[in-house]
Structures are given as structure tokens and as C-alpha cells.
């Protein structure tokens, strides 16, 4: 037996092999606990049933937010769900990381020649995911037809890179306040709080003025969650240049993501015991 | 009696440990209020009337900020607790304790939320006043409102219980859970001011006991009724203290033969 | 070649000296006060390819940090480490596919995944061929039961169970070294015993080197030929097992029978029942010189003389007055 090394290169290809073998066992073991499963299948329809309650009464009264009308904001509501929807497929994990590192179990994902980051992630598929995806592209097809906006395949990949774009800011939002519970105890509660401002991702940014704006452009950057990518794909708003720095500035937002939530498990395992 | 006591020092004390998740709880209101605050400001300012379904600007405001910062205050991990104790086995322990599964969660969360109305709730309630120049009555209404908040604070709590003997069943938490916070937060009307409710939506969620638990508070503090009228919704909300407190005590003498009989 | 090298290593922390209450806190925010921890102090020792080396020490003594250092989680302040020829903490994942790791508490395994599904994901990530990986079930198979577990998830399985599959998950991929944290922690005799006799056939099949922690002197006795001692981040003994009694001195306890209170110059006296017991060093104070000052002054109806049992010593060292 070849005792000294790891033969081939560690690629991409190599992880996503794990990866799908991981996930799909994850998946497959979740089916099995029926109750679990149903339970869970009615909470996502009772979080998204919500959702859509709340919007429909808010319009119900009030016929147009700041120049958005009724279909136009369910069209920001629907992109604000399916961009949602890799954060919980993919990085649900974050969430049981303030009980992994309390009860000093993540010191296991520092063992394994793997990333540790990826290791960790790779532990857990998010299927609340489904929810959001399912009730958001049902909703967006209704908005998209309700609209009248057009279909070609550039409005296709347009719409995915728009999505993938702003997905990377739901991941990496979710990764940067998760990883405060390497520094402080009750990184769960930032969790919760960042997790309540993103259901305002569905709103216009320019509800908000002055110094608020740039806060949620930019430090908790909801606007790019829905606002700025859908400028590009509805007909009736003008696209700004924030619009087109989305991918970019998502890619930047979430390698520093990964960045602090490495420097984080590192600055743990370094001190636990 | 002493015990309980005991018991809520402990919740209180246990709070204040946690120094950073206050720090955090107010950053969190505090980012929340401004949320909201230029959100509805939009939203009442595109509708080019100054009242919709009764309400204006500031008071849907004052309202949204404080029933959010109840909701905070109230919020407990019961269902989750319940979850783990059952998981771990510890469950076992905590029935043979002399005071009571209820009471012996209960207590420590009334301590909680004790510091945590203190901490977070009065500072923003404070803070809401003096945004608002004033805009509510801080006479004889305050005593209805921490009477009717006390009411509410059981009634939330026995809803916890209910779900709690769910879990003991169904062994599993995350779906129950957010079933359970999801319509307490809709219907009871956190997240969006009652009045705003179309019909018969908003008729048939005043028959519910969620209502009882936010809205009403709310109503007893920015609302104008005479005594007979308030004491009448008072009384309301101590009905479905009672209804809910029995089905969930109820409830909970047939579920916890589930740890009883299979051995947690 | 050594397969473990720690030359002259050494770990110290920066420990916030946190003040008490809120204003404390908020001074903590803007001044900090360090002080220095150092967790372990100037240790140098050598491990052969083969042996099985326990590494033991009280709580807090340095040894899980000695393990991190040595699995390139943490970076030593000074000093060199060399696994398997290489230096862990510059390639963390390239030495972390020549180790193996357990600790006794904690699974290593996928929580809800039946057994040999985590075999078949731990075949990837080492990247075990498909011959070696058989050759190894079928040697695991021909030493424990292993069939039944194989479709049984982690969590379902009994403390013991996961255990057992959590060392054989670590030798799957025929590491050069592995890790034992308190391997047999909160099992019961029979299968402590078990667990023991299959570290000790896994460390001879293939020749692979073990370090073992554990505050059971059992596993020290079934398994290590040789014994590390840490405390307080300094290495106090370093040889073998049966070396330990010499090191530390010829220590002896004297067992008499009597209803007087006896007190003792300089040796530590404990009351057991009807048993008094004295530990004492044989070089310094004898026991036939305790037995016969005590006996002048005493009645004493019945005396034992045992030689000290390894536990007694390690417990002596802890303790402080060992050296």
C-alpha cells in the first residue's frame, strides 16, 4: 500500500466527487426519518405561506411601493427566494456551528485531508432549500407572464447569471455572520438577526436614504440580493452601474466570506481545548 | 414557593451571562427599527393618504417596533429544548425533578425575559416614545398593557408547550417549529398590524388565540377605549390563557407517556 | 528515521486577561491585557515506526495541544516537528492523509450515515485503492463482527460500537501514525478490553506507529511499552513502562491495622477503613523504619507491604510530588 501520499492532484474534480457522494448519502439518510421529513415539508410551506400572506396584505392596502407596482415587486420577492435557495441547499451547515464549536465537536474537521471549509459544508444538505426554490419559481413565472417580459435564451442566462450573482451574497452573508461563533459565544443570535434583514431584500433599495443606502449596498449588501440584478431584467426599470458590478463585487463578497470563516476555524482550533 | 423562585433567579442570573447577546439583541432592534422604519415610511408615502385601514405613519410604527421587541423578549427555545432533552435523554432527569417539567422550564424563562424586558424591551420603548414625540399616552393605559403583556407572556408560553408534546412524538423540531413561530408572528400580529388585514382574513384571525399575544397588548397601550371595553379584552385574552394552558396541560399528560413508556 | 520528531517544540498562547463587569468589558474593548500561557514548554522526543507511545499527563497539561501540533492544525511559536518526513502545520492536508485520528468522545464518522457508507466516502478522500481497501475489510472483518454494522447508522449505534468503528475508520487508510485520544473512555471492562486488543493487532499488522492519551492506566499497561509524561507543558519522563518505578523511586506502601490515629514525619498517610496506608520512598525512609518507630507507640494488630502499582505513581506525578 502507498503509504506517503495522495497520488493525484487535488482538483475540483476530486471534491465534487466527494461532495455529491456526501450529499446524496445526507439526502438519502433524511428521507428515511419519515417523520422529520414531513414535519419539515409543512414548514416550508407554512414559511413561505407566510411570506406570501404578509406581501398580499401589505398590497392589498397599499396598491404601490416607491414606483413598484404589485407585479414588479412580486418579481423582486420570487428572484429574492430562488437566490436564497444554494445559501440553504448548500450552506445550511453554518447553522449547527455555534453547537460544533461549543461542545468542541469541530475539532474533528481539522483531521481530515480536506479543506476544512468544504468538509464542513459538504456534512449537510439544506432541504428547506426546496421550499423556496419550488414557491419562488412558481412565483416568478407568474410575474414574469403577469409582466409581459420576454423570453429569449440571453434573457435566460442574463436571469441565471443575475441569480447565481446574487445567491453568492446570501452565502456569503450566512458564512460571515456564522462564522462569529468562532469568536464569540452567541454567534447564533447574529445568525438570526442577518437572517431577518434579508427577507428586506424583496423591498427597492431606494426606500432607503442617506447613509442607509450605502450600509445596505455595501456593508450588509441586501440591495444586490434582488434589487440590483433585477434592474437588468424588467422591462420598466433602467439597469444603474451597480447593476453590472453584482457579479463581481458577489465573487469578491464571498471569497472574503471564506476567508474570515477560515481565519475563524483556524483562530478556534488553535485555542480550544 | 422559594423553589421557583429559586429558579427564575436562575434564568435571570443565566441572562446576564450571556452579555454579548444583549449587545446584539439591541444592534439587531436598532437595525431592524430602521428597516422598518423607512419601509412603511415608503410604503405610507406612495399611498398619498396619511391613514390606511385606520392607522397612520407613527403609529404603525410605534406598533411594529414594539411588538418586534415583544417578540423578541417572548421568544423561547422550549420546542428545541424539549428536542434536545429528549435526544440526550436528559428529559428523564428533568421529570423527576420536584417541581414539574412546566415549571421547572418556566421559571428560568420568566427570569430571562425579566432581564430581557429590562435590557431591551423598556430602552426601546423609551427610545419609540421620544421618536415618536409622544405619541402615546403614558397614563392608566401602561398598567392595561403590562397586564395584558404577563397574560400574553403565558399564553405564548403554553403554545411552546403544545408543540413541545408534538415533538415528543414526531422526534423531530425544525418543521414543527417554524410552523408554530410563522403563524404566532403572522396572526398574532407582529410582523404586520392587524388592522391591516382585509376581510374576513382579519375576522377570522381575531377568533384566534395568536391575536391575544401581540396585537392585543398593542391595542391596550396605543388604543383609546373606555375601562369596560378594555377590561372586556382583557378578559379575552385570560379566556385563551386558560383554554390554551389546558390543552396544552392536557396534551401534555398523554405525550409524556411517550418518554415514560419507551424510555426517552 | 523517526516517523514523529519533536525537536525542542514549543506553543505559547496570548490569553486576554478579561476584566469583571460591563465596564471592565468595555475597557477590554479599547486596551488589552495579554499574558502568556505556555502551553507547552521546550519538548523534545522521538517516536520509531511501530511503537505504541502513551502520552499522558493531568488535564490541561499541554497534551492535546502536543496532538494538534503534531496533526499541523496548530503552528508551533518555536521549535521543529517532522511526521512522517513531513512538517505537519506547512502541509496540513498532505500530512493529514498519513494519520489517523480518534477521540474517544466524538465521532469521527457521518452522523447519520450506515457504517460502511462513511467507509466508502473515507475510501475517497484518502483515495484508497480498491485492492487495499478490500485487503483492509477483510482483515477488519476476520478480527471484529463487523457484518452487522455496516447498514446501521452512527447514531444509532452504542457508545462501544462507535468506538470500534471509529478506530477502524482511522486505520482504514493504512495510516504511518495514529492518534488515540482516550480511546476507551466510558466503555465498559469487556469492551475496553476488546478495543485494546484490537489497537494492539492493528499497531502489528502494519507495523503503525500509535500515540495513545488516556487517564486509564489500563490502556497504558495493555498497550504502551513506552511512556511519555507531560505536565504543565514541560516533559517530565520519557522510557519505558517499567522504568517508571525505578525513575521515580523505589515507592512502597505500608498497610497496618490498628484503631490509633497514626501520624507519620514526612510520608503521606491515608485512612481506609480499617487500613491505615503510608506511601513512602524506600531509599529515603524504610519500611521496616516506619514499622518499627510505629510499633514502639502503637498497637498494631495486622500489616501489609505492597509494591506501588503504576496508577499509584502517574497519580503521585500529577499530584506534584513526584519529583
Redesign the interface.
Known sequence: MDNTSIKRKRGLRFYLRIYFKIISQDIKSKMSYRADFITTFFGMIALNLSGFIAFWVIFKNFPQINGWDYREMLFLYAFSLIALVPAEFFFDNNWNLQQAIVTGDFIKYCFKPLNIFFYYMSEVFGIRGLGQLVFGVGTLIYAWVGLALPVSFLIIVKLLIALFSASLFMIALRNLSAATCFWIINGLHVMNITNKFRDYARYPITIFGGVFRVIFTFVIPIAFMAYYPSLELLDTKQPVFLTYLTPIYGIIFFWLSYKVWMKGAMNYSGTGS | MKKYLALIRSGMVEALVYRTSFVLKIVGNLIYIIIIYYLWKAIFQSSGTGTVAGMTFPQTMVYLVLASSLFAVMEVYLVWGTHNAMQSGQIVSQLIKPVGYRAYNYCPFFGAMIMDFIITFIPTFILVYFLSGGYFDLGINLLWFIISIIIAVNISLSIDYFVSCIVLYTQSVWGLNIVKETIVMLFGGAAIPLAFFPEPLKTIVSYMPFQAIYNAPMMQLLGEAAPQKRLGMLLVQLLWAVVVYAASELFWRRAVKVVTVNGG | MPIVEFKNVSKH?KVLNRREG?VG?LKDLFSRDYKTVKAVDGVSFSVEAGEIVGYLGPN?AGK?TTI?MM?G???PTSGDISV??RVPYKD???T????G?V?GQ???L?W??PLI?SF??LR????I?QE?YA?QLALYESLVDLEPLYSK?VREMSLGQRTLCDILAAFLH???VVFLDEPTIGLDVAMKAKIRELIHTLNRV?NTTIILTTHDIGDVDALCRRIVIIDKGVMIYDDSAENLSKFFGQYRTLKIKTDDEITYESVTITRNEEWVEIVTKEDEMPVMEILQALQKSHKISDIRIEEITTEEIIKKIYAGDGR
Do not use: H, M
Open positions: 498562547f460591563l468589558g490541561g492535546s494538534k496533526t492544525v496548530l503552528l512522517s518526513g496540513r492536508t498532505k493529514a492523509a498519513n494519520i485520528v477521540f466524538r465521532s469521527q457521518w447519520s450515515l457508507e466508502k466516502i475517497d478522500i484518502y483515495d485503492s487495499d485487503k447508522p493504512n495510516p504511518a502494519n
